[in-house]
């Protein structure tokens, strides 16, 4: 054997041995869905859910009936009332084109989806990629399910007792008009439903429909439909507003076998989705469990930490596991159903976007473990503008108009200013154009308040009146203060998307109105305040707020830093305030507002007070518990403050290239950010970091000294090594 050859095999075998040494369990399996799904209010409301990265149907234990401001599962219920294919992305927002499956023992009755299925969590394992539990019937009798995903379809395993004559409830549509069909001869449910659990929010929808296609294994011996509580046995079809199916197996079946395609196609799509990702019945659960499972332990080796305790593994995996399930795909090879023209088209397509909180940390975090979905998932943004005349604000999967400012334009500048190909920049210009410039139809006289029925569509509330007084005020519109801060920092962000696409009269004129912040802070109170269109303050200065007050907005513009310092005071001042603003329980990390807070310290030269800070919030809201993750996730944006967080800096502006600098976790993380090019990595080394060694004393970027306080966004995406001298005292 050539001796090189040898010394290469050689190599390769002792790294292997190395990494099966540093990982004695797969990194998927660091993961706990169950982290944020306990506590009463602000405690993640999360849901375990079991997909692929980015999939478009997520399946869940349903512990409850969800709908907006319910979850589907709670950790506090030990009630199953049956297993999900959801696409409810978030606690504030509503479930859509959903079907249920519920195991069941003996005849078919009038109560179905309530009759009580009782299990413990000692009986429940929870993966991304696979889900188990025991539950028992009202009569003491073990139903075990089992159930795994792919991007568009589910795979459940349900097993029985023996002695028992097995069945299958199956909800085909909740609230809306449904319809459910069944064929013995195939083996084969299907059905569809038109359930928009946040229709209300939105335009109509003429055409929508949630279409499942679900196989069975096992032959089915008898069947039946209802709608509302009434059985049909025997019938093989139902309409309804609440409708669905049983199927019975005969007796003595242990195991039975299902498979369900989802689709917002056709039924004919939601069949070909089926068997383009589960083939046919020959194929085990098993295989595809072990598939996604590589899925998602491809996507969690884009970080690779080393030296991490158990608990600081199992949050930082599970936060990259809650930042890799939003926005979904929404394409279904090749085509999707575009919710904002209510018609098919080619291509592809993601949804479900929380951008009011997402743009601040987990899609600039996309960027370093997605980098591959970056561009399409702009393009997507950029359909919808198009499609339906403005990007949204957070869609679900339509307009909903849920929170403020056009955070779409931050998302799109920040992939503008970083690079990233795969999208119309011309296109990407002119969506962002029409959100600083074209106010909603009405702008002038709707307060557009939250979560008022659908009337328009709303773009930036109380544009109109920015362009004509240079804030929102609050005599016309609600929640004027931020919509006037966060309006400001969109200009800076569609500034941005236009000098890059040489529209440079356009990139002065927003870049100035990105000044607007200054309007509405009051010099005699030091903060932000209400005013009227008439130029006065407003009598109450605590309204005019999102989620929040003065103190909650006194920090909240993140595109020009050094001219807020300057505005409140200088240095000092800013210092006192933000001392103030911590010391005081003033500081909300529960919500995103203030998410980018804890780095301020960095721009008066005072990065020690930074590092405090970031390391006690760090420690204190996240652990890996059930109510391990204070304050409502949003689709990764908590989880994504951690993970960044934790690596030692966070995108304090997204739109710029510029990052803060923290205080790092792990004594050495390996960043691969393409996925393209393996040999590409960052390496983040921590000498001496401990709970106790939080302050840097020094910092080296690829060998050389580096004594500031930011980082650029090439110092990172290119690869290299950051290193950092950690120490228990301040030292810069």
């Known amino acids: 054997m050539n001796r090189n050859i040898f010394k290469g095999f050689t190599v390769i075998f002792i790294s292997c041995l190395f990494r099966a040494s540093a990982f004695s369990q797969s990194l998927s399996d660091y993961v706990n869905p169950l982290i944020g799904t306990k506590g009463w209010i602000f405690h993640g409301r999360t849901t375990p859910f079991v997909c692929p990265p980015f999939g478009n149907t997520q399946w869940t234990a349903c512990t409850r009936n969800s709908r907006i401001a319910v979850l589907n599962y709670k950790y506090k219920d030990h009630n199953l009332r049956g297993f999900r294919a959801s696409h409810k992305p978030a606690m504030w927002m509503g479930d859509y084109g959903f079907v249920t499956l519920k195991p069941a023992i003996g005849d078919a009755n009038a109560k179905l989806m309530d009759n009580k299925l009782r299990f413990s969590h000692k009986n429940e394992t929870s993966t991304p990629y696979y889900y188990a539990v025991k539950a028992k019937t009202d009569g003491g009798q073990t139903i075990t399910t089992q159930l795994t995903a792919t991007d568009h379809s589910g795979f459940l395993r349900f097993e029985f007792p023996a002695n028992t004559s097995p069945v299958i409830y199956i909800e085909a549509a909740q609230e809306a008009a449904g319809f459910i069909t069944i064929d013995t001869i195939s083996n084969r449910v299907e059905g569809y439903n038109t359930d928009r659990q946040s229709a209300h929010l939105g335009p109509p929808l003429p055409n929508f429909k949630g279409f499942f296609n679900i196989v069975f294994k096992e032959q089915i011996s008898s069947f039946g439909t209802w709608e509302e509580g009434e059985l049909h046995h025997g019938q093989t079809t139902e309409k309804g507003k609440h409708c669905g199916a049983w199927v019975k197996f005969k007796p003595n079946t242990r195991f039975v076998d299902v498979m369900v395609g989802t689709s917002f196609i056709s039924a004919e799509q939601a069949a070909d989705n089926l068997r383009r990702e589960i083939p046919d019945t020959t194929v085990k659960l098993e295989e595809i469990k072990a598939r996604t499972q590589t899925r998602w332990d491809e996507n969690l080796g884009r970080i690779v930490v080393e030296g991490g305790s158990q608990k600081e593994m199992e949050i930082f995996y599970t936060a990259m596991y809650h930042s890799l399930l939003f926005p979904r795909q929404f394409s279904e090879y090749g085509r999707y159903y575009s919710a904002f023209d209510d018609t098919i088209h080619a291509g592809v397509s993601y949804n479900d976007y929380s951008l009011w909180d997402t743009y601040r940390a987990q899609h600039p975090l996309l960027h370093f473990i997605a980098a591959e979905h970056v ?289 790092p976790l792990f004594p050495k993380v390996t960043l691969y950010p393409n996925p393209d090019d393996k040999s590409i990595k960052l390496e983040i080394i921590a000498n001496k970091v401990s709970p106790k060694n939080i302050y840097i004393q020094s910092i080296k970027l690829n060998g050389k000294e580096h004594n500031g306080s930011f980082l650029n966004h090439s110092d990172l995406i290119n690869g290299g090594k950051l290193e950092f001298e950690m120490g228990d005292t301040r030292a810069r």
């Not at 005020?473 to 006037?484: A, F, G, H, Q, R």
């Not at 103190?551 to 001219?563: E, P």
């Open 375 to 663: 561009g399409p998932m702009v393009q997507s943004l950029l359909q919808m503008y198009e499609q339906g005349g403005y990007m949204p604000k957070w869609p679900n999967p339509t307009y909903t108009g849920i929170m403020i400012g056009t955070h779409a334009d931050a998302v799109v500048a920040d992939a503008v200013v970083k690079g990233v190909k795969g999208f119309d920049l011309q296109l990407a210009y002119r969506a962002c154009m029409k959100d600083a410039m074209v106010p909603s139809p009405g702008d002038s006289i709707n307060r557009w308040a939250d979560r008022a029925p659908f009337t328009n569509i709303e773009a930036r509330a109380g544009l109109h009146w920015v362009k004509k007084l240079g804030y929102v005020p609050i005599d016309k519109t609600n929640e004027s203060v931020s919509n006037t801060l966060e309006g400001a920092y969109d200009d800076y962000c569609v500034a941005q998307v236009a000098r890059a696409a040489n529209h440079l009269p356009e990139y002065e004129l927003l870049l100035k109105r990105s000044q607007n912040y200054r309007n509405v802070f009051n010099p005699k109170t030091g903060r932000m305040a209400p005013r009227n269109s008439d130029g006065t303050w407003y009598k109450n200065p605590r309204k005019g707020f999102t989620e929040g007050g003065p103190w909650t907005y006194l920090f909240c513009v993140q595109h020009d830093i050094k001219g807020l310092i300057d505005l409140l005071g200088g240095n000092a001042v800013f210092e006192a305030k933000l001392d103030k603003n911590f010391r005081g329980l003033r500081y909300w990390h529960e919500n995103e507002p203030g998410h980018h807070y804890t780095y301020l310290y960095d721009y008066i030269g005072k990065p020690w007070k930074t590092q405090k800070e970031v390391a006690h919030y760090r420690k204190k809201k996240y652990n890996n518990t059930p109510h391990g993750l204070t304050g409502d996730d949003d689709c990764g944006q908590m989880s994504a403050w951690y993970i960044f967080s934790s690596l030692g800096f966070y995108p304090v502006t997204p739109g710029s290239t510029e990052y803060a600098i923290g205080t």
